[in-house]
């Protein structure tokens, strides 16, 4: 430590204090972070390094200063830095590649989600990178490094290999919800690499999705971060496939929670359960309108036939509006729908080019054999159509 850093050092660890005990002003306290970092405080260096790498200083990342603060943070002995900066080197990665993908239209990215524009040069980054920081703070007993440690094994070129299903048992074993998320999922799908100790396959379902809502559990409710939402998700399906004993009320507080969580799919399959459980048209149609909106085809697909079907006082242009946007988002069904509605004459001022897209399309893109009959069927009525005409 220099001469300086040892002189201003008292100082700046007594504002230091204050500013964490939020005993300073908030136009104070980032000067006294940076002054106490610019002592060498390894804890003060840590949380300006992390500000840096979340935006919390001026709402602007900078890896470049995070990178730097945290690196002191390391050399002075502060184990939690190791997870920062892992997370450092995953997202300065992520910034190059959305960097590439973006520079053939030049339309910046990276800028565009808060990152100052700077050279990542000389940054370590990448898996790799992010991996070796991770056993750092493993090796020295630093609880979130070791779980990002198990969850980069268990993603990536470690995906459905051993080596990241063994990570994911051990996240699962330290309660990462995310890990029993994961482990339920590939259980759902017959993996038996997936398999609780002590349990089969189908048992297992139940077993990891249990542990991954136990924490979700609280005061108030659940809690609502991305694993817990898709583990409601999850419960969901393993109900209606029977992997899990099914109720209604059960499908509805595991729908409820993971649509309130955010996720666009809960919130289509809410809707439909709204609609066909409890007949709740006014709620189900909120979700299924935010469903749409977020760009989930079905749920546009399924107002169009709440509009047009259930709702007899409803304008029938308005269904029809769903019907085309889900069309604009590439839904067979209402693609199918539409041109049997205009070859039969239910509803007219749509034109023949518009028709035959939709039918061209439809063959194109038809899923399953029941999609690829009926557009091969309305191909037929509309070339007919069309002979008779000329």
Not at 43 to 54: D, S, V
Not at 69 to 82: F, H, I, N, Q
Not at 214 to 234: C, D, F, I, W, Y
Request: charge should be positive; aromatic fraction near 6%; include cysteine.
């Amino acid at each position: 430590m220099s001469t300086l850093h040892r002189l201003i050092r008292p100082l700046a660890m007594r504002r230091y204090r204050l500013a964490t005990e939020g005993k300073l002003p908030p136009e104070q306290r980032t000067a006294a972070l940076h002054d106490a970092a610019i002592a060498r405080h390894p804890e003060a260096c840590r949380h300006l390094g992390a500000a840096y790498f979340t935006g919390r200083i001026g709402g602007r990342i900078s890896h470049a200063m995070a990178h730097d603060w945290l690196k002191k943070a390391t050399d002075c002995g502060d184990v939690a830095s190791w997870y920062w900066r892992a997370c450092v080197a995953l997202s300065v990665e992520d910034a190059r590649l959305a960097r590439e993908a973006t520079s053939a239209d030049g339309n910046p990215g990276h800028e565009a989600k808060g990152f100052l524009k700077e050279d990542d040069a000389g940054i370590p980054s990448g898996r790799e990178a992010a991996l070796e920081f991770c056993r750092r703070g493993h090796q020295a007993g630093d609880r979130p490094a070791s779980l990002l440690l198990l969850r980069i094994l268990s993603m990536g070129p470690g995906a459905r290999t051993d080596e990241g299903f063994q990570a994911l048992h051990d996240a699962a074993a330290c309660g990462a919800v995310w890990a029993c998320t994961e482990l339920a999922e590939a259980c759902m799908a017959g993996d038996t690499r997936a398999v609780a100790p002590g349990q089969c396959t189908s048992s297992s379902v139940g077993h990891w999705l249990g542990k991954a809502l136990k924490p979700a559990k609280g005061e108030g409710g659940m809690t609502h971060n991305g694993s817990v939402a898709q583990a409601h998700l999850l419960m969901c399906r393993a109900m209606e496939t029977g992997q899990v004993p099914r109720s209604i009320a059960g499908l509805r507080l595991h729908l409820k929670a993971a649509a309130d969580a955010g996720l666009p799919e809960a919130w289509f399959r809410y809707g439909v359960f709204l609609l066909r459980s409890d007949r709740d048209g006014l709620n189900a149609e909120a979700y299924l309108r935010k469903a749409a909106e977020a760009g989930y085809s079905d749920a546009a697909a399924t107002l169009g036939d709440w509009l047009t079907l259930a709702c007899p006082d409803a304008p029938a242009h308005l269904g029809y509006g769903w019907y085309l946007r889900a069309i604009s988002m590439g839904h067979v069904g209402a693609m199918l729908h539409m041109s049997s509605l205009v070859l039969s004459g239910k509803t007219s001022g749509y034109t023949d080019a518009q028709l035959a897209a939709w039918l061209c399309e439809a063959v194109a893109r038809a899923a399953n054999d029941d999609q690829r009959t009926q557009a091969r069927l309305l191909t037929q009525a509309y070339e007919s159509m069309k002979r008779q005409a000329s």
